[in-house]
């Protein structure tokens, strides 16, 4: 397990160095961001959100919502991440959604995205779960047109990220319905999410989500893990559409980006 740890922390260093800078070329129109920040009752923290409309937005239609995780880091930058969903709309003829990013950083993101506490992180993901759930997610539908079903949402996260989407998953899934699920850290606390998953197992077994699993062929601490949660949700939520894709010749920040864009264009095809 301390292996996997140090190597957990390596990836996670080397994240750090892709955290985005203000002169990143822009890949959307400014004029789509809506920026503002949520200082949270359920975390204690504060929380820079960017909101990006489609191209044209019209409040007299009903748009999804793809929620992003850690939407400042440069591979999984809200701009870009909106950027897919746009062209992904036009290929499949459909509405595009509109991008929800949140800001997390390197500190608060230990405490946010992990569910228990040991030397690698806060155990925050209850509360964290809680802001997303009863404060993010009611502003979003205030504010804007949107579908206020489950079905109509979609989570994104990568690394630690990814395994609050497990999180979601397993403790809490009427609040998403779809998954986009990258080189996870399901290894934290001894695979603790495993566990989760086999606890909630019965009670979940009816759902019927949308769930995409992608990491990098070079992640080998995740790759075997990617695996089993594939086989578990395979073989014991029938009902669920699901994918795994492995990267050739992938680490673990290099997948994220075109692992991420794998994952959206699952969902147009499955939503």
Known sequence: MKKISKTHILFYLIGLSFLIISCEKELINP?????FSILSTNTGSEYAIWVVLPENYNPGLTYETVYVLDANWSHMHYDKIAKITEQKCAEYNKQNAIV????????????????????????????YSKFI????????ESDYSVDTSAKGRVIMGHSLGGLLTCFFFTKHPDVFHNYITLSFGIWYDNDILLQYEKDTRASNAAI??????????????????????NYRLSTYYPNCKLDLRILANRNHIPSALENAESGIDFYYKNK
């Open 31 to 35: 004029e789509q961001v809506k920026e």
């Open 100 to 127: 929800v990013g949140i800001n997390n950083n390197e500190n608060g993101r230990d405490m946010d995205f992990t569910p228990t506490v040991t030397s690698e992180g806060g155990g925050g993901s209850e509360n």
């Open 133 to 140: 759930e009863f404060e993010l997610i009611p502003k979003i």
């Open 208 to 229: 019927n989500n949308v769930v995409f699993v992608g990491c990098g062929e070079l992640e080998e601490w995740c790759v075997i893990r990617a695996k089993e949660w």
